[in-house]
């Protein structure tokens, strides 16, 4: 068992974007309006469409926020992780929520009512243009994202995200970089908008051609530069 405190410490929560300009005492007075949650990988932490009257804070662990089909196939948003916040839309636009949110692995949030996060906005303005600011961001990735879709065909988004994954999460290796991230071709599928089965087929012929090879879920990207030109 481990002895962790129920609220999200002033030093921690101004690691958070939206409460990063505010003093101690703000901070603590925030601090003690947030109720902590703890959720199982795998476990949803919401539905879309379900009512939403929470603000997320994430402690610890990554959530993946995903839209699902009818048919089951999956596209992710975006994947959160410390220091992020989520469920921002419901609060603001009093809608119901806009996508599902999942624990990718152990996750600890602290929520805020929508009443305290509209209080602490009206005694703290500047919450507002932070909270802008990361709206301006999500928009722009999204706006990436519609971009992709219309303009890459499957091989190049799988290729932009190994490029984008190594950026991240990349070792140098004697092969090449290594994504220290272990990755099912379910979710590189979500990540991309393609179902598993074209980015099997994607990833067999990246394999076959010598661009990457695969170990225990872990991709090693081999030829860098014949990935940059599969994007056009
Ligand atoms: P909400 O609609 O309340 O619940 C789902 C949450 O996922 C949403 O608030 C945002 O916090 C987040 N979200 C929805 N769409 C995107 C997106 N395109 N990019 C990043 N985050 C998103």
Known sequence: MTNAPDTFEGPQLDRVSFFSELDAASLQQISQAMRRRTFRAGEA???RDDPGQVLYVIKEGRV???LTS????????AVFGPGDSFGEMAILDSQPRSADAIAIDKVEVFTLQRQDFVNVVREHPEIAIAVMKTLSERIRQANQMVED???LDVY???AKKLLDLSREYGVETDDGIKIDLRITQQELASMVGAS???VNKVMGYFTDKSYISTDKHKITILRIAEL????Y
Do not use: D, N
């Open 45 to 47: 932490i919401f539905h």
């Open 64 to 66: 993946r926020i995903r």
């Open 70 to 77: 009818a048919e089951g196939q999956e596209v992710a948003l």
């Open 149 to 151: 879709l219309i303009f």
């Open 156 to 158: 190049g988004r799988v």
């Open 196 to 198: 598993r089965e074209s």
């Open 228 to 231: 940059q030109k599969r994007i």
